[in-house]
């Protein structure tokens, strides 16, 4: 038998060990397939006349007579049970009559004074929506019953609100305050603001956030070897122009058309000029930062040049405003003595005047934190919440002020 022969006969017995291999297999996963078949048919359809195994008792002896007996008394008292179907939703609750919610609802608006709420629009340029805002927010908060025992009374009016849709805020600070949600930083922004709202109701307060103000700046000025001169002469006339309650008002519809929509040291002070720069200062423009990175620029120039970009954008905004000797003009003139040299500490090359501007930014934000925080503070009553943020104000100035 020639080379090829063998090679045919060889393939031949292979390929009959692999057809009887395929039948062997065959065979046995069929005989597994039925008898898995088989027994979850026994679970789901057990005989009448058997217990399923996990109700099965044992075989006792005639020694466990009196075991027995009380394990038969079980079973019996278990097969005795009487299951009931699920009441339906209705056989709870009455579903609340529309004539009826509109009439709770009436009852409850009826007592607010006259306007429109800000619902969904983010905000109004108009004076009497913006005063109408924070009169909803005081409104709310005085008829909403509280126990004086809950430590998060405040913040549970406050989350009623948010839910009502009646806190609105220009600018979501969730992430940056480390609130939990969206409506948790709400909630916590109504309370704030009560908390202001009570202090400043006090002259001397208002005297006290006027002067650390200005006493921190100062300090700020002088550690970067800065007169502080000119931003003293500012800061005085800002103050000096909301003495006059009718430049106030003028000032609610300035702001108004900045999105701020409550006069507020939260909304003003804290969000739209403190929190506003660190966001700005941390997110510079391209050209800025392509300008500050060019190696064939000295240092002196980079600093030249930035300064006399922002005096250029901070007077072409005072040129843009119908009244140019308002809040926002006064507030535009004030920012050309701090902006430049804010922006050059945080973007700039000079390691000992960015370590301040840093510390100066840190301190803010801890302070903002703390009270942003229901571990920190007590958000019981607005009189307790606006004690802890006086006392921890008081602590913010002593730290920038050295």
Sequence with gaps: MNVRGLYVKFLGHKLLLGLLAGISVAILAGYLLNRRRRKYRAIAHPPENKTPYSRRRRQ????DDLEHSVVD?????????EYHEPLELSEYHEPLE?????????ELFSTLPEGDFLLGSGYESDNSSMSFHSTVESHFAATIERSPSDPLALYVQGM???NRGLVKCRTDRTAMLACSSEYDFLAKVFAVRLAFDELVKSEANRNNFKQAGRDVMVSFLRSANQDPGLFCERYDDIFNHLQDKDNWSQAEVEL??????CMNVYDIALD???MDAF???ANPPSTIVAALQNRWLTERMKEAALYTALWSVLRAKRGMLQNKNGFLGKFYYLSETMTPLLAWGFLGTNAALKSKCEHFKGVIMEFLHTIFSLDSVHYSTTQELAKDILFHSRHVTKRLSV
């Design 60 to 63: 006792w002896d005639s020694s």
């Design 73 to 81: 008394e079980e079973l019996q008292s278990e097969s005795d049970i």
């Design 98 to 106: 529309l004539s009826e919610a509109n009439s709770n609802a009436d």
């Design 160 to 162: 009623d609100m948010v």
């Design 256 to 261: 108004a058309g900045r999105r701020v929509v």
């Design 272 to 274: 739209f000029v403190l």
């Design 279 to 281: 966001t700005d200062l």
